[in-house]
């Protein structure tokens, strides 16, 4: 039997739902579903330029649990892409927390 998924800690505000190709009306494309906690992977490993502990940690999970997440979004973000996909923002399949305070989190380190 499967563990149970664990509470992940999102902070990001979304401006759009659906992204999909241009002249194509989204009634004929096939969709691909990207989970809250993997936009958020996505927001603190290639926006905020955390490690991967570091964004880890501001999620609640473990490392290779993060490392997991932001696998799976890259490769369905690539897929929709290349494959001509609508992406579509999904309510979350695991438990999604409120975002801790600023001052809960551990101190940054970008990429320098």
Known sequence: MARP??????????AAVYFKPQGVPLCVLEEIALE???IEAIRLAD???LYQAD????????????????ARAHKKVASAL???KALRIAAASA????PLAATDY???RGNS
């Open 5 to 14: 998924l664990k509470c992940r800690t999102v902070a990001c505000d979304l």
């Open 36 to 38: 809250l906690d993997e």
């Open 47 to 49: 926006i905020e330029d």
């Open 55 to 70: 964004a880890a940690a501001r999620m609640g999970v473990s490392r290779q649990t993060f490392g997991n997440i932001i």
């Open 82 to 84: 290349l494959g001509g």
């Open 95 to 98: 438990p999604a927390c409120l």
């Open 106 to 108: 551990p101190p940054e």
